[in-house]
């Protein structure tokens, strides 16, 4: 699809990766609503704020009533709670589960008759690479990540008939809030190159986009013996 000339809805655009996608689409000629949980955080001129918390479905429907012209959905909101699976407090596994896949796929569920009745446009998902292998201390993250990849393929075959194309963004570590305090000492990406990727991505068609040379890296892993990735990521 054109980016210019149509009407987006960025979740999470008050900082990190979300930010960028709300300016960058802004740049390229689209309307955009900006949502927060906290709208007063969205700062950025030529958007229409709007609030939202996607863990809770009255808000969401009360976006998609507010938003009725929207043909481009960005679901990028999300949280990190460093939580494993066991020995943990399980609310914050729930937690990553609500916000990932829950709500996510509400988003979709309550755009999709508004992207359906303008033309059928597009919807970008921001996945991880850790929706492929897993990570002491981000366990929960990665099993909610992989839910939320999973997810994305089943809604991309729902939607194929209303002319909707759903694009998964896969990305390791940027350079985000997110990754505040984490134990990582590796490359971190651009959150500005993250949805430059994507936008160029959903005008080409793409039914993904791999960021990095990590996420690359993960992918092409997964048609090898699984014993070789992990000894090299401990290793690593």
Known sequence: ???????????????????????????RGAKVYATARRPGSIDLPGVEVLQLDITDPASIEAAAAAAT???????????????????SD???VRRELDTHLWGNLNMV?????????????????????LSW??????????????????MTGGIRLELAGQNTLVTGVVLGAADTDIMAGVDYDGPLTDPADVARAALDGVEKGL???????WSAYVKASLAADPAD????????
Request: aromatic share 8%; glycine share 12%.
């Open 133 to 150: 292998f897993s990570y002491d201390g981000s366990n929960a993250y990665a099993v909610a990540k992989a839910a939320e990849w999973s």
């Open 1 to 27: 699809m054109d980016i210019a000339g149509a009407t987006a809805l960025v979740t999470g655009a008050n900082r990190g990766i979300g930010r960028h996608f709300a300016a960058q689409l802004v740049q």
């Open 207 to 213: 039914i993904e986009v791999i960021v990095d040379d």
């Open 229 to 236: 990735f992990y000894q090299q990521l401990l290793a690593g």
């Open 109 to 129: 569920r309550a755009f999709a008759p508004v992207l359906a009745a303008n033309g059928g446009g597009a919807i970008v998902n921001v996945l991880s690479a």
């Open 90 to 92: 399980l609310d914050d």
């Open 69 to 87: 012209d929207v043909d481009l959905l960005v679901n990028n909101a999300g949280i990190s709670t460093g939580t494993n699976l066991l020995g």
